[in-house]
C-alpha cells in the first residue's frame, strides 16, 4: 500500500510513517489535505483520489482509518463527515499503583492505537515511576521512565498529533517514594507530603522540573487527590489543629509558584476541594454546597478534574459539572474503562457509565475529556482490555451516543478486535444469579481466583450448591474464548491469557466449599478431591507461565515479582492442602481445624488481594 499526499501535509508524514502498519488496505491511493480552523472531519472518496478535511493532526489520522475502513466495504465513492465535541479527548493510564510499568515499546502501540481512533491526549499517570536524578530513590526499583525515555515517547506522540501530558502527584498518593527513610523528613504519614515544609516544596520543583522537560506541552496534573489524613499526624503535632481546606489552599498556592516558574499549567483531580470545604471526605454528595468563600479562594489558573466513575445517572452529572463550574473554572471530565480491581473487563459498566457521562458533557459544553485507566492492585486485567474504552471516548466524541453496530466495524479496523469476542471476557463476571456481584463496586473473578484453598472467607456466600454451576461457567467461559484466539490478530494473546484463567478459575472458584463439603461427609469424599488440587496446581502453574511471559512482553519487569507471589502462595497453598487432606487420612492429625472453623457470612469483601488470602494483619501489604 502506497500514500501519496497533497496539500497541507508537512506535518503529517512522519506520523503517516509511524502508522503505515495500522491501516489495513492494499490499495494504493492519493490523499489531498485540507487543514481547516472549523472543528470538522471529512473524509471523500471518489474511487479515485481522496481528501481529508481536518483541524487536528490526531484528528486527519482518524481520517485516514475512516477513508480505508470505507473502501475495504466495497464503497466505490463516498463522503464521511463528523463534528468532534470535545477539543481534548484522550486516555491516562496508571502505570504506577499497580507497578506494572508499560514498557516503551508497548506505548507506542497504545498511543498508535489512539491516533487511529482519532484521541488527541495521552496520560501516563506516574506516582514515583520517572527519574528525579536529584532524588535516587524516588522510583527505585520501580521501573521508572527514564528523560531519555519520556522524551522519546513525546516526540512518538507528537508526530501522531497526541499531546503527552505528565501526570503526577505532589501531595499524596507517594506511598511507594515514601517508605524509603531518605523521605523521613518530608512525609506527615505513610502517603502524604508534610505540608509546609521547605524541604518538601523543594523536593516538588524536583518533580515538576523532571517531569515536564522532556516533553513539549505546558500542561501538567499535579495531582493532590485523596489526601484523606491532611492535617493530621506529624502535621497536627507541629502546627496544631488547621481547617483542611486552609492547609490544602496553602499547599496549592506553593505548588502553583513553582508551577508557573516552570511556565506550566496545571489541572489537579478535584475531590479535595469539595471534602474539605464541606469538612468531611465525601465528594459524591448531591447536598453539598461549596461555601462561598471557598468559591472565592480557589485559584483560577488551576484546572479542576472532575473525575466520576460509577454512574448512569445524567441529573448527578449535570448537577456535579455546575458544582465545578462554581469555582469559576471550566472543568475536565475523567471517566473511567472498567478493568480495575478485576481480571476480565467489566464492558457493559464502562459503556454505560461512559455514554451517560460524555452526553452530559457535550450537552453541557464541556471541551476537554479522558478516560482513566487505574492499576490497582497489580492490574491483572490485560492492558489491551482497555481499547474498548479508548474506541468508546473516541466514537462518542465524533459520533454522538453509543451505537454497537457502528462500534462494532470501528473497533475492528482500529483494533483488529471482533466485539462480539471481546464481549464474551466481560461475561467472565457475570455470574448465573450473581451478575451484579455484592454491590456495583465488586467483582467475583480475583477473589475466587485469590481466596485461600482452605481458608476461604467469602465461602460461605457461595455454599447453597452452586459450585457446579459456577465451574460450567467458567468451563463455558474458556471454550468460547478458546475460539476466539485466531481471529483477533495481534491481540489473540489477550485470549489466550483469559482462557488459562477461565481454566483455572473452573478448578479453583468452588475448591473451599468443595473441601468442606467433603470432610463434613467422609474421609472418602475428602480423598476424591485429592486429584483435583493436584490438577488445581498444574492449571495455575500454566496460567502464571503464561502471564510471565505475557508480562515481559508488556511491561518494564519490575512488578512481576508482586504477581509471582500470588501465583506461588495459590500453588504453595494448595500443595499445602493435599498435604494436610493426607495428614487426616492416613491418621497423623484427627482433625483439619481449617475447615473445621466456621464460615460466617461475609461482612467484608474488598477485592484488594491482601485482604483475601489471609485474616492476619501481616498479609495487609
Not at 506520523?15 to 491511493?29: A, F, Q, T
Not at 459539572?321 to 473511567?336: L, N, S, Y
Not at 502471564?547 to 519490575?558: A, G, L, Q, S, V
Not at 487420612?585 to 466456621?598: F, I, P
Request: hydrophobic content about 35%; glycine content about 6%; proline content about 2%.
Amino acid at each position: 500500500m502506497n500514500i501519496k499526499l497533497t496539500g497541507d501535509c508537512a506535518d503529517l508524514k512522519e506520523g503517516l510513517e509511524i502508522l503505515k502498519d495500522e491501516y489495513r488496505c492494499s490499495k494504493d491511493i492519493e490523499i489531498n489535505c485540507v487543514k481547516t480552523t472549523e472543528f470538522i472531519l471529512k473524509v471523500s472518496y471518489d474511487g479515485n483520489k481522496a481528501e481529508i478535511t481536518f483541524s487536528e493532526k490526531a484528528h486527519f489520522f482518524r481520517g485516514v482509518g475512516l477513508l480505508f475502513e470505507n473502501i475495504s466495504y466495497g464503497k466505490d465513492s463516498f463522503t464521511v463527515t463528523e463534528h468532534p465535541r470535545f477539543t481534548m479527548c484522550g486516555s491516562m493510564y496508571d502505570i504506577a499503583q499497580s507497578n506494572a510499568v508499560i514498557n516503551t515499546d508497548n506505548v507506542k502501540n497504545l498511543l498508535r492505537k489512539s491516533a487511529v481512533m482519532g484521541l488527541n491526549m495521552f496520560m501516563l499517570y506516574c506516582e514515583d515511576n520517572y527519574e528525579v536524578k536529584e532524588y535516587p530513590y524516588f522510583g527505585y526499583m520501580r521501573g521508572r521512565y527514564t528523560g531519555k525515555e519520556m522524551k522519546m515517547l513525546d516526540d512518538y506522540a507528537y508526530a501522531l498529533g497526541i499531546e503527552l501530558i505528565p501526570c503526577i502527584q505532589t501531595l499524596a498518593h507517594l506511598k511507594d517514594a515514601l517508605r524509603w527513610n531518605a523521605y523521613n523528613d518530608m512525609k506527615m504519614d505513610a502517603d502524604t507530603l508534610l505540608v509546609g515544609e521547605e524541604k518538601v516544596y523543594e523536593f516538588i520543583d524536583a518533580l515538576i522540573k523532571s517531569a515536564s522537560e522532556n516533553v513539549r506541552t505546558k500542561r501538567i496534573h499535579i495531582g493532590m487527590d485523596e489526601a484523606f489524613a491532611l492535617g493530621e499526624g506529624k502535621y497536627l503535632t507541629k502546627n496544631g489543629y488547621r481547617n483542611r481546606f486552609d492547609i490544602m489552599l496553602e499547599h496549592l498556592g506553593r505548588v502553583r509558584e513553582i508551577v508557573n516558574k516552570y511556565g506550566l499549567k496545571p489541572m489537579i483531580w478535584s475531590d479535595m476541594f469539595f471534602s474539605s470545604a464541606i469538612g468531611n471526605s465525601e465528594y459524591y454528595s448531591k447536598d453539598c454546597v461549596i461555601p462561598p468563600k471557598v468559591l472565592e479562594a480557589y485559584p483560577k489558573d488551576v484546572t479542576l478534574v472532575y473525575w466520576d466513575y460509577y454512574r448512569d445517572d445524567k441529573e448527578f452529572y449535570r448537577e456535579y459539572i455546575a458544582k465545578h463550574r462554581a469555582f469559576g473554572t471550566e472543568p475536565v471530565f475523567a471517566g473511567g474503562v472498567h478493568t480495575w480491581y478485576s481480571i476480565a473487563p467489566w464492558e457493559q459498566r464502562s459503556i454505560d457509565y461512559t455514554d451517560a457521562a460524555l452526553q452530559v458533557c457535550a450537552e453541557e459544553g464541556i471541551k476537554e475529556v479522558f478516560c482513566t485507566i487505574w492499576g490497582d492492585d497489580n492490574t491483572e486485567a490485560h492492558i489491551y482490555t482497555t481499547l474498548q474504552g479508548l474506541q468508546l471516548f473516541a466514537e462518542i466524541n465524533f459520533n454522538g451516543p453509543y451505537n454497537e453496530q457502528e462500534f462494532a466495524k470501528r473497533f475492528k479496523y482500529c483494533t483488529d478486535i471482533n466485539l462480539d469476542d471481546f464481549k464474551v471476557l466481560a461475561e467472565i463476571e457475570c455470574l448465573p444469579g450473581h451478575s451484579n456481584g455484592l454491590n456495583p463496586g465488586n467483582v467475583y473473578s480475583k477473589a475466587f481466583m485469590w481466596l485461600d484453598v482452605l481458608l476461604g472467607f467469602d465461602d460461605k456466600f457461595f455454599d447453597n450448591g452452586e459450585g457446579e454451576k459456577i465451574e460450567a461457567h467458567y468451563r463455558s467461559c474458556a471454550d468460547r474464548i478458546s475460539s476466539a484466539k485466531t481471529r483477533n490478530g495481534e491481540f489473540n494473546n489477550i485470549y489466550e491469557y483469559y482462557e488459562l484463567v477461565c481454566r483455572a478459575l473452573e478448578y479453583k472458584a468452588s475448591i473451599g466449599n468443595r473441601l468442606i463439603g467433603a470432610y463434613k461427609k467422609s474421609k472418602s469424599a475428602l480423598k476424591q478431591e485429592l486429584p483435583r488440587l493436584e490438577e488445581l496446581k498444574k492449571r495455575m502453574t500454566k496460567l502464571k507461565d503464561y502471564h510471565r511471559k505475557d508480562w515481559y512482553m508488556i511491561n518494564k519487569p519490575f512488578g512481576w515479582e508482586v504477581m509471582e507471589q500470588r501465583y506461588a502462595t495459590v500453588i504453595m497453598r494448595t500443595d499445602t492442602a493435599i498435604f494436610r487432606i493426607n495428614e487426616y487420612l492416613n491418621g497423623t492429625v484427627d482433625k483439619l481445624e481449617e475447615l473445621e472453623a466456621e464460615r460466617l457470612a461475609p461482612d467484608l469483601f474488598i477485592n484488594a488481594y491482601s485482604y483475601l488470602f489471609s485474616a492476619s494483619r501481616a498479609s495487609i501489604i
